[in-house]
């Protein structure tokens, strides 16, 4: 399993993300259908918690260990990048061991005051002995990134949407019948068993490279106490960062079921909103992610490289090609899910009233998609500190929403708040992005013209659904179909209008990466 080069290493997550998003598309309808909108609102509970205790002692390690790994193997000490992995994955697998004692210690705290239910007492119970391992193995999956060798954690995260999706299936019975702290363990463990499938294929990959690099190993041994400084220096500033907004995450996510009683709702209703909300609609919204998540991807390398070398004016239009696709992209989504988001909920949801969560999520589409594109571009521009800075005002504008105007508007103030502040982090970005590169706004191609093709699809959908159901006696085929026309009567206007082109098609795919990087 040699180093691959950037287009290969583009193509294997490109395809793996593709099938995890999809994978796990399916576990999510699986799940919320089989224990619905309230036990989804109290597993979405327990997530946040979980994602804050795991990236406290997770985030930046991966990164330290790539860069620290990546060193050493261009050294051709092979024995020291192993070192560096083995030495950081047990410091962190101490480090969480610790943690989850004194989580169990005070877990009766942990479930009644941070996470608000007690109900969720029997899914931490689940998590927390598994946090360790899956903690220790960022390490492992950051050896392998150093080496450049993407495939063991493409295969890690596709054999871990598939075991857990398994798993659920296997279980379901036994958890059929069972009140709601039930249903929430029933989520929980399927999680924990795709989390496992992740941690052994990692792990076995790795002590299969581990023993054959061994006989190549060269040069002095590195002291752990060195390594241990290295990992921390380079870990620590990323650490804080992540954490800083995973807990501003982490206070809106579990504040949003408390303000909604303020509103007046039973917990019972508060926390099926906040499941609807959470575990249903948001998935439908962003699915389309994948897309634009490959692209800010690729763009990271292109502009880095570009802007390294002076070549602004290919770093331009490079971007203004990727907000363009991604505009026309996100108006294209958007539009599809406010002319078929209500059917689309019935479909996958049924009985669970999901239609206008979805409706009225589909605003957040474009600017949503726009956010991910320029935090690429500014990655690459090596502008993180902005980003981080514009990622806390978005978060304290939202935090803002909950706790005010929940209570007075309910879940509408909340989904607001997201169209609102996706639109205030994608100016912010793009504010800095042009004052950066000196690039110009090209305000027809980006925004005018993706919104008279998005206002026709959106008028043009009622007429192709009628004659589509009209035709077509089976509902669901019928939907694919009038989604199909519709975006490709979206896509022949924006081809008559000028604005997407062949080579912006092109540029979203893997094989073209390398082509455009030498602009």
Request: net charge positive; hydrophobic share 55%.
């Amino acid at each position: 399993m040699g180093k691959m080069n950037l287009k290969q290493n583009t193509i294997i997550l490109t395809i793996a993300g593709f099938i995890v998003k999809s994978i796990g598309f399916i576990y999510r309808i699986y799940i919320a259908n089989s224990i619905g909108a309230e036990g989804m609102g109290l597993y979405q509970l327990v997530l946040p918690v979980y994602n804050l205790v795991l990236l406290g002692l997770t985030a930046g390690v991966g990164i330290a260990v790539a860069r620290l790994v990546a060193e050493e193997t261009a050294r051709g000490n092979h024995k020291n990048a192993n070192r560096i992995a083995l030495v950081s994955g047990a410091a962190i697998f101490t480090a969480a061991a610790v943690v989850v004692v004194v989580l169990y210690i005070n877990l009766d705290f942990v479930v009644n005051v941070l996470i608000g239910d007690i109900r969720t007492k029997s899914a931490m119970l689940w998590i927390l002995p598994a946090i360790p391992f899956i903690a220790a193995i960022t390490a492992l999956k950051g050896y392998f990134y150093g080496k450049q060798e993407v495939m063991p954690n493409a295969v890690s995260q596709v054999a871990e949407q598939i075991a857990k999706l398994i798993a659920v299936f296997a279980i379901a019975d036994l958890f059929a019948q069972g009140d709601m702290e039930r249903k929430c363990l029933f989520a929980a463990i399927g999680m924990i068993i795709g989390e496992i499938a992740n941690v052994l294929v990692v792990y076995l990959v790795f002590q299969f490279r581990k023993t054959r690099r061994t006989a190549n190993a060269s040069g002095q041994l590195l002291r752990k106490r060195d390594i241990g400084r290295s990992v921390v220096q380079i870990s620590l500033p990323i650490t804080a960062n992540r954490l800083i907004l995973s807990l501003l995450g982490t206070v809106e996510f579990l504040w949003i079921p408390q303000r909604l009683a303020l509103y007046g709702l039973t917990n019972a209703e508060a926390l099926a909103e906040y499941g609807k909300l959470t575990g249903m609609a948001a998935p439908v919204i962003t699915f389309p992610s994948m897309l634009t998540a490959a692209l800010a991807t690729a763009l990271v390398p292109a502009i880095a490289e570009a802007a390294a070398l002076k070549r602004m004016n290919g770093a331009n239009r490079q971007i203004s090609r990727s907000i363009r696709v991604t505009l026309v992209l996100g108006f294209l989504f958007t539009s599809l899910f406010i002319a078929f988001g209500r059917d689309i909920a019935d479909l996958i949801y049924p009985r669970q009233n999901v239609g206008q969560m979805i409706f009225l999520l589909s605003f957040t589409g474009a600017f949503f998609h726009l956010q991910q594109t320029l935090l690429g571009v500014l990655n690459g521009l090596g502008k993180e500190k902005d980003t981080l800075k514009h990622s806390m005002i978005t978060s304290v504008l939202r935090l803002g929403f909950v706790w005010f105007g929940i209570p007075v508007f309910g879940m509408n103030a909340y989904i607001i708040s997201l169209v609102a502040t996706n639109l205030v982090g994608s100016m912010l970005n793009l504010r800095t992005t042009i004052k950066t590169t000196g690039m110009s706004i090209e305000l027809g191609d980006w925004l005018l013209k993706p919104l008279i093709a998005a206002i026709s699809g959106v008028i043009s959908a009622p007429v192709i659904k009628m004659l589509a159901e009209a035709a077509i006696p089976q509902p669901t085929v019928a939907l694919l179909v009038s989604g199909a026309a519709t975006g490709g009567l979206m896509t022949i206007i924006l081809f008559l209008l000028g604005v997407f082109e062949l080579k912006d098609i092109l540029q979203m795919l893997p094989l073209k990466i390398e082509k455009d990087r030498k602009l």
